[in-house]
């Protein structure tokens, strides 16, 4: 049992460029998220989908981009990275909402923007 | 939006001793987890806790929802309960899951 899957692990890249972050999970679940986490910080929540065909704007959307493509798969683009953006992403996945249960966490991108 | 304030920001402490960490949240939620981050960055599930108390090992968990906190309990501390310790919650009525400020623990052999 895979859980949540994100890929890839580790990426640099230059200012300018685009990228997109992939996260599949396996538990059937509804809800998935992507959050940022900055160096010594909390994580940040910057978009969600409740249920497939639906996404909506979490607390720091600005500078991207996301689509639910199935159930599984919920993936993040960066358009045009900025070093702002350097951080390591989350993906997550539950039943959060109603009738929630708990979340499970991929492993984490770590991505530079130099 | 929900506020998510966790307490004490940061902690020491010495191998074998006994803490409480804190998170009080400023609207009614219908899920509450608490999670620790290891050093790796990996996120750990340790508790899922809307309401009530539940046990694991040297770590229970306590939530009461009608007065907006939760306390995580860790007994006997040992060296790998280093890292940072988040509660993470969803309001009542949405799908946002916030995170919490964090508590970063330093356990001393």
């Known amino acids: 049992n895979a859980g949540v899957t994100q890929t890839p692990k580790f990426q640099v890249l230059k200012t300018g460029q685009s990228m997109t972050l992939q996260c599949a999970q396996d538990m059937n679940h509804n809800s998935m998220y992507w959050y940022r986490q900055d160096p010594g910080m909390g994580l940040r929540l910057i978009y969600y989908s409740a249920s497939e065909g639906t996404t909506d704007k979490g607390e720091v959307p600005n500078g991207y981009n996301v689509s639910r493509l199935n159930k599984r798969e919920f993936s993040l683009r960066l358009e045009s990275a900025a070093p702002s953006q350097t951080s390591v992403y989350f993906c997550a996945s539950g039943e959060l909402g109603q009738g929630t249960t708990e979340a499970f966490f991929g492993q984490g991108t770590r991505l530079t923007v130099v | 939006g929900i506020q998510v304030e966790q307490s004490p920001p940061d902690l020491i402490l010495q191998e074998g001793a006994n803490s409480t960490l804190r998170c009080n949240f400023s609207d009614s939620v219908n899920n509450l987890q608490w999670f620790h981050q290891n050093p790796w960055g990996q996120l750990i599930n340790l508790f899922y806790i809307p309401s009530g108390t539940k046990q694991n090992g040297r770590l229970s968990a306590t939530t009461v929802a009608t007065e907006r906190y939760s306390l995580l309990y860790i007994s006997s501390s040992q060296t790998t309960d280093s890292g940072v310790y988040f509660c993470?919650?969803?309001?009542?009525?949405?799908?946002?899951?916030?995170f919490g400020t964090g508590t970063r623990l330093k356990v001393l052999a």
């Open positions: 993470a919650v969803i309001s009542s009525g949405t799908y946002k899951y916030i």
